[in-house]
């Protein structure tokens, strides 16, 4: 039984929540296991030294070729709002859910290179059929390596979503609207939000590695237009640290 993986710690700067003018700090635990063409991973962000992306939650790649790969992942949703529930006290909250994306990864340099430009359509959806809908995403990015066990990337992402998914987390209903004194709102689908990362890898070691990125992004169309949306642009930053084995 062969598995490689690593393990390590992840620290976050973020909004609060979607939309948010307040920022918290996150510190977590992380973990990414690979057995063949299964991965599991709880943060998304390191691989053990592989070049691969890698979705956070219990995946399986389908398909891969010199320059193209599909991946199929699952991940658990928590229920609840993600944008400004303390505006909404009386706010109805989703539940908890299992969430399927499929992704497929277009390299004309190779994969396995891991230098390059890189296209990536992600398509994402509610298996259980809890009102957590759909979503869609269009990125485009680069990789390129700075020297030894150094990689640099940066990329640009698109992102889209369906009315179920927009209102399970921006909608505030009439009688929501008169508790809070916000203005009643029910978005349809459409854009969501346009985010640009850049990001490096530094391995120390055959063991170590070394993680940091930064990302701005803007919301877009019916989810920047939600009353519960305090600032429309934002950023976030993340930086780790992963032991291979």
């Not at 969430?99 to 396995?112: E, F, K, N």
């Not at 008169?178 to 969501?192: F, N, T």
């Amino acid at each position: 039984l062969l598995i490689e993986g690593a393990v390590g710690l992840v620290l976050t700067q973020a909004p609060a929540f979607v939309g948010a003018d307040a920022r918290r700090w996150g510190a977590n635990p992380s973990l990414y296991l690979r057995r063949g063409r299964w991965t599991f991973s709880t943060s998304g962000l390191f691989v053990n030294r592989r070049r691969d992306d890698v979705q956070q939650g219990l995946g399986r790649d389908l398909h891969r070729t010199r320059t193209l790969n599909t991946h199929f992942g699952l991940r658990l949703q928590r229920g609840g709002r993600s944008a400004r529930s303390e505006a909404l006290p009386d706010a109805r909250k989703t539940r908890d859910t299992v969430r399927g994306r499929l992704v497929a990864t277009w390299m004309p340099s190779g994969l396995d290179r891991g230098e390059g430009w890189k296209l990536t359509l992600g398509l994402g959806a509610d298996l259980l059929g809890r009102g957590d809908g759909q979503t869609l995403d269009l990125g485009l990015g680069r990789e390129h390596g700075l020297g030894e066990g150094l990689r640099w990337s940066y990329g640009v992402t698109l992102s889209a979503a369906s009315a179920a998914y927009l209102r399970a987390r921006f909608e505030v209903t009439p009688t929501e609207a008169s508790a809070s004194g916000l203005a009643a709102y029910r978005p349809g689908a459409g854009l969501r939000e346009v985010a640009m990362s850049t990001g490096w890898r530094w391995h120390l070691d055959r063991r170590w590695q070394l993680i940091g990125g930064v990302s701005a992004f803007r919301l877009l169309g019916p989810a920047a237009d939600s009353p519960l949306v305090e600032r429309r642009s934002s950023w976030s930053a993340q930086a780790g640290a992963a032991y291979s084995f």
